[in-house]
């Protein structure tokens, strides 16, 4: 069973910046992709970035694509999302998720973190 752990949430002012981390308990399979998804109240979890483990360009939601960066570090199994340009809109739990599939969509994800809460408020 692997065990996703986020942590780098908080509270910024819009136009700052988070960066989010994502440790994994088991290195990634050759063919893993790991994503980040977010759910803001009253509605759906929702695709915001993915990357293939093994090498690949990114994936980046329209919403967030020039201001969020997705990246990872192989040799410590840790996952990033560095958020610059923040906007109240960008207020979520963002969650990490460990699946083997190419996809935006929740059910191609096996694995996930508990959440982390990000609020982007004045």
């Known amino acids: 069973q692997v065990q996703l752990v986020e942590s780098g949430g908080g509270s910024v002012r819009p136009g700052g910046s988070l960066r989010l981390s994502c440790t994994a308990s088991q290195r990634p399979f050759s063919r893993s992709v790991e994503a980040w998804f977010r759910q803001a109240p009253g509605k759906e979890r929702e695709f915001v970035a993915l990357?293939?483990?093994?090498?690949?360009?990114?994936l980046y939601a329209d919403s967030v694509k020039g201001r969020f960066t997705i990246s990872k570090d192989n040799p410590t199994n840790t996952l990033y999302l560095q958020m610059d340009s923040l906007k109240p809109e960008d207020t979520a739990v963002y969650y990490c998720a460990r699946g083997s599939e190419y996809s935006t969509s929740l059910r191609a994800y096996e694995y996930w973190g508990q959440g982390t809460q990000v609020t982007v408020a004045s």
């Open positions: 990357i293939r483990w093994h090498g690949g360009s990114p």
